[in-house]
Each structure stands twice: as C-alpha cells, then as structure tokens.
C-alpha cells in the first residue's frame, strides 16, 4: 500500500449530516474528504421537515435558496389533519375529526407571529430531494473529495493523528492520514469502534413507509401537510394500526405527484414488510378500492430514544444520528444534526488554522449533547401524545363493534356528538407542542468554556416548548432583527460570515474602546468593525446592553460574551473573553508577544 493521502479532516457518512458538515467546512476553507459506502443519495421519503434554525444556518452558507426553491411553500405546510378516511361510503367515512395549525404557515393562527423571530421561514422537502442538493453543493465547494462508493474499513486514533484505511469504488484499499474524524455514519461503525453506548429506550414502534405516486388532488386540502387517519376499521396510531398520509412533491399541495404513507407495526410483527399486502392495505385505510398506485419504495426502521454516552474519544467525533435517535415528532432528527455540524465546522476550522487551543473542541460535546438529550426527550414526548388522543377519540382495540358504534354517533348531526368532536378538537389543540415547538427549535443554551457567563440568569423557558424568548445572554442564540446598511435590508445574523471562523462583535457610538480592541486582534479572530442601522428600532429594544456595551457573537451565531455597560478597562475585557473562548492558541500567543 502507498503512502497515506494527508488531509487535516475526514467525515464518516455522506447522509445529510456529513455533506452538511463538508459545506460548512468548505466555507471555513478546511481541506477534508468525505466517504460514503453508497453510491448515491437517500432514498426514504424521510426528514422532510426542515425548522426555522437549520434553515438559518443554511442562510449563512448560502444555501437557503436551493431549499427554498425545492421545498413546500408554507402555505402547503400549515395544516395538520385527522380524518377517518379520504373516501367511502358510511356516514363516518370522509369525515374531519380535527385539525391542527403548524409551523407557524397560516397567518390566521397564533405561531404565525411567533414564527417572525427568525430571518428564514421552515420548509419542507423530504430526503429524496433535499440531500441530491446537499451533495451538489459540497461537490462544488469541495470537488474531487466528496467519495461516494467508499467504504471506511478501518480507523485507529494514533494520539497525534488518525489513519483510515478505505476501500474506494474499485474495490482497492488506500490510507488516509488525518488530524479529526467525524462519524457521521447513522452509528453504524465509528460509535461502536470508539466504545460509545446508545442509551435510552428502543423498539419502540415498527414504521414501514411506502413511497407511491398517485393523484389525491380531488381529496387533498392545499394546506395540508400531513393527514393522520382513525377510523373503526383501521383503529388508530396508538394501536400500531395507523396510516399517517405526507405530500412529498414535487409540486406541492393538492396537485403533489408523490405521497409517502407511513403504517406503524409492533416489533416482530411478520406482516410488517409484506408488499403484497401494503397496497391492499392503503387502499382500504383511505377508503379508494379503485385508487391507482405506482410504488415507488418500500422501506421500514424501528423507532428508539437513544443517546451517545459520548460524543468524543480522542480525535473522533460523532454527529447526527451517530449521537442521538428518536421519533420523528417534531422533525427534530436531521434538524439537530445540520445543527451538530454547524457547532463543530467553526470549531475544528479555528483549531485547524491556529486560532484556538485544542481544546475548544471539548466544548461540541458540552454544548451539543444536552441538546440531543432534551430532543431525544421531547421526540418521544410529543410521539406519545397520540395515546391521548387515541383516548380522546374512543377506540377500543380490538373491539371493532364497538368502535364502529362510536364512530357513528360522533358524526351524527346532534348537539351532543358536536360537544363530542369539540373535545376531541380540544386534545389535537394539545399536539402544537410537536407542530409549534418554536422555543424547542430556537431556545436551547450553551454552557461551555466556548461561552463565557455574565451572572444573569437565563430567561424562563416555555415549559410547553412553543413560545421563544429572544435574548442576547451568552450562550443563547442571536436574536434576530431587520438592519439596514446602504439601502440594503438584512438580518443581525447576516452580519456573520460563512468562512474563516469569523467573530462578530456589536456594539454603537459609543463602544469606540471595544473597536479598538476589536482592530488590536483582526489578524488572530477576524472581527470586522462595520456600521449599520437599526431599520425599525427593534434592536434598541432586544439588545439588553447599555449604550457603550458590546455582545461578542461566535460564528455559528451564539452570543459568546457580552458586556452590558461600557468598558471600564479600555476594552480589556474582550481580550480576556476571547481568549476564554479560543484558548491561548499558538497564532494568538504569538500576537500577544509581537504587541
């Protein structure tokens, strides 16, 4: 075998996780290669949904308008139902049990406004067509070294580097060298190699999902995103008997030529990958004998809470669902690993390039783990509300008499099966702790050597997980608000950069020893003196600093320090904070002895 190829990064897995990863490290301008062991892209119609904060980050690495361009407008994706079917012909067939807003698309609901505390809107776009365009790009960004067809046979952490050995897509082995390694594999190899445990619960529920093509626009709301079906044949979700309908485009709305539908099995269940029974069986649950159906796809996995023991051993690290898996209520699952990506893209870039100490990295884990477990948790939460709801609506397993019974007199025209769909409607208004988690998606916290504490305390969290406080303590994300700088409109998180690991520091007329000091360390953390306005007076109001104070914001747009009162040592205090945050890194020390 030759000499090992030397690169200073090498990712695990080509999924959505790993090629994210790749863009963003291609933007801090990382050498690195990528290996994936299949030839192409994901073929689940999974994932879809995409929040505001994943959408956020795709902004600043500039790909937001792809996204944008291929996924769900938001108007298709700001209504969730429950039917008892799409056809048929008894008086409970064809008939709205309740609806839910979601993800803040309808402007007539109460997280419309809420959802304005972001620069970018969520979107919609399953894996099918959301990783063809991850790869693209970090092909662009990256050619030559985003190797699908490359299998990762082995890895061992020598102390001061790694070396790989792969076996590339003619089957012959190479060596790579290198200084990190991030899995970014599912779990599958670098977890189980480094001595990581997945801990939490597991098999919890058999999902087999057909992907098919049918035309449904006759029966489709435009607003729909989702449709849960319950009805006395097919019982309900809660009793592993379900049918969860999805648009998955290209087209959305009521004219989308593809659909995925999701049935819910007991592990171990031997008819849960029968395809000879799936078609029958969809055709039965949406009440259409004569729909016709091209499948596409089948495929099923078995949902878990688990979470990595660790997310670290020596150089190699773990991210997406290599750290954390759970049920995908919410669509936390891809959302939280675009977002491990981003934590760890900045960092490795700074200790790569000498602007921070090694052991920034020992902050990925800190800051990134609490988060997975708090996902892994309101996942599971929210997937087991549907027994609520299964209680709510009345279904009896087993008992298809008596469930059918209950069907009928909850539609039939009378006072009192009217009070009886208002309390059912009661219960789904409790399931927009999984359709608005806007406080579970923007409000999380760091708590970290990378984030240096003021003494104030955090602000008090929406224990229902809906409702965002912004804030500008450290260790919170930015918030967001509109600017102006030459007649051009932008977001405060515009204001940091994709590349370089760049800092920003904020500060106003009156904070000129904070932008000396800031120009004292341009050459070792990049901060960029620049002047804006505050187009509609909303920054004056979220700032939480005096005038002369100055907040310090990382690149992956969390508030690492602030000063709430101006400097009373000559802006000192963001040298210290710097080197808090990055360490006394070789470059800064360096600096520090040439001044």
């Known amino acids: 075998m030759s000499s090992p190829v030397e690169i200073p990064v090498a990712i695990i897995g080509g999924g959505s996780c790993g090629l994210n990863l790749s863009i963003f490290l291609s933007d801090h301008q990382v050498d690195h290669v990528l290996f994936e062991r299949h030839p192409g892209t994901s073929i689940l119609p999974k994932a879809h949904y995409l929040n505001q904060r994943s959408m ?12 944008m361009e291929a996924g769900s407008p938001q108007r298709n994706m700001s209504r969730m139902d429950w039917r008892t079917s799409l056809g048929g012909s008894e ?26 505390d972001s620069p970018s809107s969520p979107s919609n776009l399953p894996l099918i067509r959301s990783e063809p365009i991850f790869r693209k790009i970090a092909e662009e960004r990256n050619p030559g070294h985003i190797l699908f067809s490359h299998t990762v046979l082995d890895f061992e952490d020598k102390g001061d580097f790694v070396v790989l050995t792969v076996e590339d897509a003619a089957g012959k082995p190479v060596q790579y060298k290198t200084k990190y390694v991030v899995g970014a594999d599912g779990g599958k190899t670098v977890g189980p190699k480094i001595g990581i445990e997945m801990e939490g619960p597991t098999n919890l529920v058999n999902i087999v999902s057909t992907h098919f093509r049918a035309d449904l626009s006759k029966y489709w709301d435009d607003r729909v995103l989702i449709t849960h079906f319950a009805n006395p044949d097919g019982e309900s979700m809660a009793n592993f008997n379900f049918g969860a309908l999805v648009q998955m485009g290209p087209t959305w709305g009521r004219h989308s030529e593809e659909w995925a539908l999701y049935f819910g099995f007991r592990v171990g269940d031997p008819q849960h990958f029968a395809p000879d029974t799936l078609i029958p069986r969809i055709r039965e649950l949406l009440k259409l004998p004569d729909l016709e159906i091209e499948v596409l796809h089948i495929s099923h996995w078995v949902l878990d809470r688990v979470l990595a023991s660790k997310y670290r051993e020596g150089r190699i690290f773990v991210a997406g669902d290599a750290a954390h898996r759970h049920p995908p ?11 491990d990506a981003h934590n760890i893209a900045w960092k490795l870039a700074a ?9 920034l990295l020992d902050s990925y884990e800190a800051e990134r783990r ?4 708090r996902n892994c948790d309101w996942a ?6 549907i027994n609520v709801l299964n209680a709510a609506i009345g279904i009896v397993p087993g008992n298809k008499e008596a469930n059918v019974a209950r069907f009928k007199s909850l539609f039939e025209d009378t006072p009192w099966a009217r009070t009886e769909l208002a309390q059912i409607q009661r219960a789904i208004d409790l399931h927009d702790i999984e359709l608005s988690a806007h406080d579970i998606e923007l409000g999380y916290v760091y708590e970290s050597r990378a984030v240096v504490g003021d003494g104030s305390w955090r602000p008090e969290s929406d224990p229902t997980g809906r409702k965002y406080v912004p804030t500008t303590r450290p260790g919170h994300r930015l918030p967001h ?9 932008l977001s405060t998180h515009d204001l940091v950069g994709a590349g370089n690991a760049d800092f920003l520091l904020i500060t106003d007329e009156h904070g000129e020893s904070w932008v000396k000091v800031a120009e004292s360390v341009n050459k070792t953390s990049k901060i960029h003196p620049k002047l804006f306005e505050d187009r509609d007076g909303q920054w004056v109001l979220r700032r939480q600093i005096d005038n002369g104070g100055a907040i310090l914001v990382r690149p992956d747009n969390t508030v690492a320090w602030r000063s709430i009162q101006s400097s009373k040592a000559g802006g000192k205090e963001l040298l210290a904070a710097i080197d808090l945050v990055l360490g006394e890194s070789d470059a800064a020390a360096s600096t520090r002895e040439e001044k």
Do not use: M
């Open 481 to 489: 608000v509109w600017l102006e700088k030459d007649k051009v409109v």
């Open 56 to 67: 956020e980050v795709w902004r600043q690495h500039g790909v937001e308008k792809a996204i």
């Open 351 to 359: 200790v790569l390039k000498g602007k921070a100490a090694p052991e």
């Open 329 to 339: 209520a919410s669509g936390l699952g891809l959302n939280t690993a675009i977002q």
């Open 380 to 385: 599971l939460l929210t997937f087991r509300h």
């Open 370 to 373: 609490p988060v997975g477990r």
């Open 91 to 116: 008086p409970y067939d064809g008939q709205k049990v309740g609806t839910s807003h979601c993800f803040g698309g309808d402007p007539y609901s109460e997280a419309y406004e809420i959802y304005r």
